[in-house]
T-cell receptor
Framework: EPEVTQTPSHQVTQMGQEVILRCVPISNHLYFYWYRQILGQKVEFLVSFYNNEISEKSEIFDDQFSVERPDGSNFTLKIRSTKLEDSAMYFC??????????FGSGTRLTVV | EDQVTQSPEALRLQEGESSSLNCSYTVSGLRGLFWYRQDPGKGPEFLFTLYSAGEEKEKERLKATLTKKESFLHITAPKPEDSATYLCAVLTGANSKLTFGKGITLSVRP
C-alpha cells in the first residue's frame, strides 16, 4: 500500500537553529500538507501546497516557516529560527483532492 | 469557524463490549468527514471518509455513520488491539485542510 514517508523520525535542535523536515508524498497525489501536533493537543493544520505554490496556510505558519518541493518527489518544511514552542510532532500528508488523504508517521521535533 | 467536538474524551471497555464514539460538528459546507486511528507516537492512520448524511462504511469491527450534525464510530466486540486514539476530522468549503477534534482515547481490557 502506498505510504507517505517522513525523515528524520526524531530531530533535536537548539533554539534559534534552522531545521528542515523532509517528506516523500504518495507519487500520484496532487496536494501536499504539513500539520503539527503539540503533545496532548489536537492535530493542527499548518499549510497546503498545490501546483507548486501554497494554496492555504494557517495563522501558525508565519514568516519563520517555509515549504518547498525541490524536485518531483520531495516536500520539505523549513523552520528558520526554532523556538521552544515549536517542539511538536510534525506530520506530512498528501491527497488526491478530498480522496486518499494519507498521513506520514511524523517527525518528532524537540527544541532545547 | 469550523468546530469538531469528540466525546467522550476517554473510553475504557472490556473485550467484547460494544460501544460508540461520537463526533459532532458545526461547519459550513461539509465536503467530507474523516475517521483516523492514531497509536502513541505515530501518525493518523486512515479509516473512513463519509461524504453525505445517511452514508455508512464498515471495516472489520468498525462501522462509521454520518448525519447532518454528527458522526458515530461504532465498535463491535472490540479487542485489546483496538486500543488507540480515534480522531475525527472535517473537510469543508473550497479549502483542502482538515479540522480535527481532540480525539477519543479507547482502551480495551482483555
Amino acid at each position: 500500500e502506498p505510504e507517505v514517508t517522513q525523515t528524520p523520525s526524531h530531530q533535536v535542535t537548539q533554539m534559534g537553529q534552522e531545521v528542515i523536515l523532509r517528506c516523500v508524498p504518495i507519487s500520484n497525489h496532487l496536494y501536499f500538507y504539513w500539520y503539527r501536533q503539540i503533545l496532548g493537543q489536537k492535530v493542527e493544520f499548518l499549510v497546503s501546497f498545490y501546483n507548486n505554490e501554497i494554496s492555504e496556510k494557517s495563522e501558525i505558519f508565519d514568516d519563520q516557516f517555509s515549504v518547498e518541493r525541490p524536485d518531483g518527489s520531495n516536500f520539505t518544511l523549513k523552520i528558520r529560527s526554532t523556538k521552544l514552542e515549536d517542539s511538536a510532532m510534525y506530520f506530512c500528508a498528501s491527497s488526491l483532492g478530498q480522496a486518499g488523504y494519507t498521513f506520514g508517521s511524523g517527525t518528532r521535533l524537540t527544541v532545547v | 469557524e469550523d468546530q469538531v467536538t469528540q466525546s467522550p474524551e476517554a473510553l475504557r471497555l472490556q473485550e467484547g463490549e460494544s460501544s460508540s464514539l461520537n463526533c459532532s460538528y458545526t461547519v459550513s459546507g461539509l465536503r467530507g468527514l474523516f475517521w483516523y486511528r492514531q497509536d502513541p507516537g505515530k501518525g493518523p492512520e486512515f479509516l473512513f471518509t463519509l461524504y453525505s448524511a445517511g452514508e455508512e462504511k464498515e471495516k472489520e469491527r468498525l462501522k462509521a455513520t454520518l448525519t447532518k450534525k454528527e458522526s458515530f464510530l461504532h465498535i463491535t466486540a472490540p479487542k485489546p488491539e483496538d486500543s488507540a486514539t480515534y480522531l475525527c476530522a472535517v473537510l469543508t468549503g473550497a479549502n483542502s485542510k482538515l479540522t480535527f477534534g481532540k480525539g477519543i482515547t479507547l482502551s480495551v481490557r482483555p
